[in-house]
């Protein structure tokens, strides 16, 4: 055989495989899914790698063969290129038009504002509605220990890591996504003086979030906040009882028993966030507490008193003592007005 003859030999191997290869990616391409004529909603989350993509589709009956849906986003170079979001697909796809459908973008951002002073559950109840999430899966995850681990600082609850403030979700992402956009915030908003400052204090960030909380659902008065943090510093130092109201109502928040009052009865029961029978904080935050709560936590304003009462005259404002009789007399002035 000459070496001409070898030559054209070679050339027209190389023109089949080329010739294969053409029609092997064209096929796998023009692949058609006929599933019937029904559109299939499907949700791709952020972060989603090819081959959750491919699982997706193929639990959905969009796709009957997951290995030529990802040789074609191979051979189109789109493996990279997929796009988070809520898809309607028509039926009838090749899996050049479903790549084309998910190389465009299809996010649904929802912006959602969470206020300070919620606690978990309302949290979650907003996220559950305004995301399309499972309430309950939201609930359990907030004693998951690799959410938890997020946070780290010794937090046994995410109550009072949901920190408050605007975001803008993308419709789709899972609840434990959505949840780790929270959490990395909160860390982002912890500043390394916050962290100094807490060691200073000998207090642990669990427990100044807490004292936070307290401090948060007590008043939203900003000229009392710091104030009041100081009247539980010297309470916690005087290893005094808190005597916490929004204590006591979160713990019947969590039994099932809140009504709207709060009775003597309930200041009797043996619950650990009951601070008029246990000293010191209660076991986690009772809410999720913004940046001015949290910065009178840890800078409370050097004060005398031990005590504080609302004056219930819609100012919300609170009256302050330093004595047990001056206190007495602040409740019989204000809180007992009218009765």
Not at 105 to 129: A, F, K, M, N, Y
Not at 226 to 248: E, K, S
Request: a positive charge; glycine letters at 6%.
């Amino acid at each position: 055989m000459t070496f001409k003859s070898k030559l054209l030999i070679i050339a027209g191997i190389a023109i089949a495989l080329v010739f294969i290869t053409w029609v092997s990616a064209y096929l796998i391409l023009n692949n058609t899914y006929n599933r019937g004529d029904k559109q299939v909603r499907i949700i791709i989350p952020q972060g989603a790698a090819l081959g959750e993509i491919a699982d997706s589709l193929y639990a959905q009956g969009v796709i009957y063969n997951k290995t030529s849906f990802k040789m074609a986003a191979w051979l189109s170079g789109k493996t990279r290129q997929l796009f988070p979001g809520t898809y309607y697909f028509p039926p009838h796809l090749t899996n050049k038009a479903l790549l084309r459908l998910l190389t465009t973008v299809h996010l649904q951002e929802v912006t959602i504002t969470i206020p300070e002073g919620l606690r978990s559950d309302e949290i979650t109840s907003i996220l559950s509605e305004k995301l399309e999430l499972d309430s309950a899966e939201l609930s359990r995850l907030m004693t998951d220990s690799t959410l938890l681990a997020i946070v780290d600082h010794g937090f046994v609850h995410l109550e009072g890591t949901l920190f408050p403030d605007t975001y803008r979700f993308v419709k789709g992402e899972s609840a434990r996504r959505t949840l780790e956009r929270l959490l990395r915030h909160f860390n982002n908003q912890l500043q390394p003086e916050w962290l100094e400052r807490a060691d200073d204090l000998g207090m642990t960030i669990p427990e100044i979030i807490t004292l936070a909380s307290l401090v948060e659902k007590e008043t939203a008065n900003p000229a009392e906040r710091h104030l009041i943090a100081g009247v539980y510093h010297n309470r916690l130092r005087q290893r005094m009882l808190l005597n916490c109201d929004p204590t006591l109502i979160y713990a019947l928040v969590q039994m099932g028993e809140w009504d709207g009052d709060l009775k003597l009865k309930h200041k009797e029961m043996g619950n650990p966030y009951n601070t008029y029978r246990y000293r010191g904080l209660p076991p986690t935050p009772i809410a999720n507490p913004g940046s001015a709560s949290i910065k009178a936590a840890l800078y409370p304003e050097e004060t005398p008193y031990f005590y504080f009462v609302g004056k219930n005259d819609g100012s919300g404002k609170h009256a302050f003592s330093i004595t047990l009789r001056e206190h007495i007399n602040n409740v019989n002035r204000y809180q007992r007005r009218g009765q």
